[in-house]
């Protein structure tokens, strides 16, 4: 027998004990199927415009920096400032995410824009993130040639740029956006959700930023809940 | 990892007197239960959200054949590969084989107690593999070669002046005269070296806090990072993950992530939430060019059924260990094996035996902390009562306790004999307490008097107190 069959099979002899397998089938199945929704934290249900306040006050709340710019075309501009203002060298790491892409990085003369992924050099990164979460400040990220996953983690600076109309109120809104985004090819290899900049309380429980991953994460904002 | 549980009492002697450990030890009780205890409160829903975990591992317990089937056919879809491991050494030689496949001479690995639990490193090491840590805590305590010594802040036993010590033994390409005098520098210098290790490994292990059947995602909670770039960066990343970690959507996973967070470190989310489903897509510029998941059983699946199956609710947050007197006092490592604490002593008779591991649910008092604040409402002094009784009932408590039991045994079955026992001998114990009303020294209790002092119990029973109470009442009435 293989070890599969055997671990099943000792699993089994408990299972069904009670009800037969084709009523446990049909109660995974279902539950697998239309996925019910538990507690929702009154929090995350909020009018479009409260949850984006929310959403910046929660990430605020654990040492993320949040600007609000009116239009994709002011990323650029926020850009370029966020690194002279932190004394960094004018240079980013993009993925081919069209949004960024479409944005006026041209007009930055002395901003130096890279593409692809992250080689572990880049001080800075920039990703269009799919969605906000509210409740808890989070953001969403999904990999690909769009936003690639080095991206998250290797740079010194995380930029995040997400649509004041994508922050949803609560992580179940958030999962809804992901399945309905990846109904055709299927889940993303990655799916990163980022609740501020990394940290480790590893040395006498004393919390430090920067830890592996990025030392600083600035969210920008963009345009008006919707 | 060699299981030193045996020796329960002699190792939490030694605990007792390290000065290290006791200093390094009031990091746990300062901060977690503090933390713990306002993200708590900072939710309404706290409470019903712990229900809510509770019943949905509990419904996935009931199905978990079918679930583990559902999540092996998403794995598949995505592209990924499960490998069921029966044994420890099964799920090390299935590692292995992957390893060897992809020629593999390092490995970086995330942090993950069922790695401690199979004891691989060890083997990789034996095997002529380098294993890396990079966890923080777990970093340190591979140049200090221990194990952990908590299930989510591996080095809380670790002070910082010893850190100092070992980067300075073990980093000696760096200058000498570097200052290492704050966390800051330490983190510095740990997460430069570590930078180089993620490019060079062609194996990245992590563990898994959730396995979601409807997705084929394996999911890591953490807050460095470290865990992000070990699976990104390497050519195969494998999950190491046991059968009770599967749930069945990821609206459930919501669900558990909202109690997970709060309950170990007090945050309201970790930094890092990840879903992994299968290895990198045609066009990925990055991720692993393979993804496999390793299932690990070792005794879990006999646990089903069985009065110790609500420990397979566990999540691993720490917090019955964050609150627990007894850890606070002789830390994790005293316990003698890869779980300490309150889960430690309910988890490590079942996947060991009780016959290695029975001190281990003795050493409680029984307060219940743990079981208030474990998010998936686990009873575990039930659960260590229940160990205590198949000890007892298999014999393996020594002589002297074993009498000891039966004598009071005698006298608690005849209520009268034992009133009147108390009668005769509380006057004499309250005569003998002295000014302090306190013992400290009594015959036959030399042991337990050592440390402590016995109050002296007042000149009556409580019985008779009670009565006396019970007959003023009466009086009063009109």
């Known amino acids: 027998m293989s070890a599969r069959d055997a671990i099943l099979k000792r699993i089994r002899a408990q299972a069904t004990a009670g009800s037969g397998r084709g009523d446990r089938a049909k109660a995974v199945a279902d539950r697998l199927a239309k996925h019910p929704h538990g507690v929702i934290p009154q929090r995350g249900q909020l009018e479009p415009a409260e949850r984006v306040k929310l959403f910046i006050a929660k990430a605020e709340g654990v040492q993320a920096t949040v600007q609000s710019v009116k239009s994709g075309d002011d990323v650029p501009k926020a850009v370029a400032t966020y690194l002279r203002s932190r ?17 006026p990085w041209d007009k930055q003369k002395a901003l130096e824009v890279k593409t692809g992924p992250s080689d572990g050099d880049d001080l800075a990164g920039v990703s269009h993130g799919l969605c906000g979460i509210a409740e808890t400040g989070t953001l969403m990220l999904t990999s690909g040639p769009d936003n690639p996953t080095t991206i998250n983690f290797l740079p010194e600076h995380h930029i995040v740029v997400v649509d004041a109309a994508d922050v949803e109120g609560t992580l179940e809104d958030a999962f809804a956006r992901l399945r309905k985004a990846s109904r055709r090819k299927g889940m993303p290899r990655a799916v990163n959700l980022v609740t501020g900049p990394s940290r480790s309380g590893d040395v006498e429980q004393k919390i430090i930023l920067g830890a592996h991953g990025p030392k600083a994460l600035h969210i920008l904002v963009v345009g008006k809940a919707k | 990892m060699q299981i030193t549980s045996p020796t329960f009492k002699k190792n939490a002697r030694a605990a007792l007197d390290d000065r290290q450990l006791q200093r390094a030890l009031g990091n746990v009780r300062s901060g977690f239960i503090e933390k713990r205890a306002q993200a708590a409160a900072g939710l309404p829903e706290f409470e019903e959200l712990r229900d809510r975990a509770r019943d949905i591992k509990n419904h996935t317990l009931a199905h978990l054949d079918l679930y ?78 221990e194990h952990p010594s908590h299930i989510i802040a591996p080095a809380v036993h670790v002070n910082k002046d010893q850190v100092e010590e070992d980067f300075r033994r073990v980093h000696t390409h760096l200058p000498p005269s570097r200052d290492l005098s704050e966390p800051e520098d330490l983190l510095g210098e740990a997460r430069r070296v570590l930078r180089s290790r993620y490019f060079e ?27 992000d770039l070990t699976q990104t960066l390497g050519k195969v990343h494998i999950v190491m993950a046991s059968i009770e970690k599967v749930v069945p ?28 489903t299968g290895p990198r897509r045609e066009k990925d510029p990055d991720g692993p060019d393979e993804y496999h998941v390793v299932l690990l059983d070792n005794g879990r699946s006999s646990m089903l059924g069985t009065e110790f199956q609500e420990m397979l609710r566990c999540i691993r947050c720490g917090a019955c260990m964050n609150h627990c007197p007894v850890y606070h006092t002789v830390g994790g490592h005293a316990y003698g094996w890869v779980y300490p604490g309150p889960m430690g002593a309910v988890l490590t008779p079942s996947l060991v035996g009780v016959d290695k591991s029975g001190h281990l649910p003795n050493a409680s008092t029984f307060c219940g902390r743990c079981e208030a604040v474990c998010p998936m409402r686990i009873p575990l002094p039930k659960m260590m009562r229940h160990w205590r009784e198949r000890e007892f ?26 009133r009147f026992a108390t009668s005769m001998a509380i ?52």
């Open chain 1, 87 to 103: 004394n960094l060298p004018a240079s980013i790491r993009i993925g081919g995410d069209k949004r960024l892409k479409a944005m």
């Open chain 2, 68 to 145: 583990l089937e559902a999540y092996e056919n998403a794995v598949a879809e995505a592209g990924g590969k499960v490998h069921w491991a029966q044994t420890a050494a099964d799920a090390r030689g299935i590692v292995l084989d992957i390893c060897r496949r992809a020629g593999a001479r390092t490995v970086t690995k995330g942090k993950s107690m069922i790695t401690e639990e199979i004891g691989l490193n060890e083997f990789l090491e034996y095997s002529g593999i380098e294993p890396v840590e990079t966890d923080l805590g777990e970093y340190i305590i591979q140049l200090r070669g």
């Open chain 2, 201 to 227: 490994a062609d194996v990245g292990i992590t563990g898994a806090n959730f396995l979601v059947a409807e997705t084929g995602s394996s999911i890591i909670v953490t807050n460095e990072g470290n865990g």
């Open chain 2, 249 to 276: 959507t990821l609206e459930d996973v919501s669900q558990i992530l909202r109690v997970l967070a709060r309950s170990a470190t007090g945050q309201e989310m970790s930094v890092y939430t990840t879903l992994s």
């Open chain 2, 393 to 418: 009932e298999r014999g393996l408590n020594p002589a002297t306790q074993r009498y000891g039991l039966k004598g009071w045994a005698f006298f608690a079955k005849r209520p009268r004999l034992y």
């Open chain 2, 427 to 478: 006057p004499i114990l309250s005569a003998f307490g002295g000014a302090k009303r306190r013992f400290s020294w009594l015959p036959l209790a030399g042991g337990w008097t050592k440390h402590r002092e016995l109050p002296a119990p007042e000149s009556r029973t409580f019985m008779q107190q009670w009565a006396q109470r019970e007959a003023l009442k009466q009086e009063a009435r009109p």
